[in-house]
């Protein structure tokens, strides 16, 4: 029987058990993301990835899809994340220039702010009182998400809890980082896209592009170093860290 001429509820049966449900879904939330970022004048707090995040969210609770269901089709788009981690070399050998007259400061800024991203997370929850499977994740929630994921993989901690926990970070970072900057005094765009892509990876550089090209530049510079020196150090330093949170 032709799919036309199917009863409407047979229909989205069809429909639900496709890949390409999970696939136009998400790509229509994350451009609907866009349109109303753009409508809002570019407001950071009407950031695209946390608006897909809630469309999507309230579609599947909405029609009973469950994750697994979803993830089938959504994995296209998934796939492409191993992509997007080899790019970074590209913003990296763009930014060399600018790396290169000011390396120290640059690298003595990223180390810093890798560093109290991975401190002060896991410290905050612990106070907290989380758990140390809640922990481990955390550590690397300001890499990149699909570097963040393997990070996780070599603590034993669970990628897709990291990966959670990465996009969170870059939806609040691009949401508040301008305010932030703002507060802190922070006028030149080299430096604040450079802070926001070491804080709020790829969420915050897609931000920072949207508003100044120079801040994206520096950006995803930042990003791509964060991702190359958080694989580097984070399995290092992270299962003493764990242990010593373990005996506090």
């Known amino acids: 029987m032709p799919i036309h ?4 509820a047979e229909i989205w049966v069809y429909l639900s058990g496709t890949p390409l449900l999970a696939l136009v879904l998400t790509l229509g939330a994350y451009q609907f993301g866009v349109l109303v970022y753009e409508r809002s004048d570019k407001n950071p707090l009407a950031n695209p990835v946390g608006i897909a995040v809630v469309v999507v969210s309230v579609f599947l609770n909405l029609t009973n899809i469950s994750y697994a269901k979803y993830f089938a089709g959504a994995q296209f788009v ?34 810093l702010g ?8 896991v410290f905050i929850a612990k106070l907290l009182g989380a758990e140390p499977a809640l922990i ?16 996780a993989q070599s603590l034993g901690a ?11 970070t870059g939806i609040i970072g691009a949401s508040i980082g301008r305010y ?47 991702g190359i020196l958080g694989a580097l150090i984070i399995p290092l330093v992270g299962p003493p860290l764990l242990l010593l949170m373990s005996r506090i």
Not at 80 to 85: C, I, R
Not at 94 to 99: D, H, I, N, T, V
Not at 194 to 205: D, P, V
């Open 5 to 8: 001429s199917l009863p409407i």
């Open 78 to 111: 998934h796939f492409l994340l191993g992509t997007a981690t080899v790019a970074l070399a590209v913003p990296i050998f763009k930014g060399y220039g600018a790396l290169k007259d000011s390396w120290f400061a640059l690298l003595t800024a990223l180390l």
């Open 114 to 121: 890798a560093g109290t991203s991975v401190f002060s997370a």
């Open 136 to 151: 481990a994740p955390l550590m690397a929630k300001s890499v990149t998400a699909p570097i963040a994921m393997g990070i």
């Open 158 to 168: 669970s990628p897709t809890l990291t990966a959670v926990f990465a996009v969170v």
């Open 180 to 226: 932030v900057l703002d507060a802190v005094g922070c006028k030149d765009w080299g430096q604040r896209g450079f802070s926001l892509g070491t804080a709020a990876h790829g969420i915050g550089t897609s931000r920072a592009f949207s508003v100044n090209v120079e801040a994206g530049t520096f950006s995803s510079m930042a990003m791509g170093l964060h």
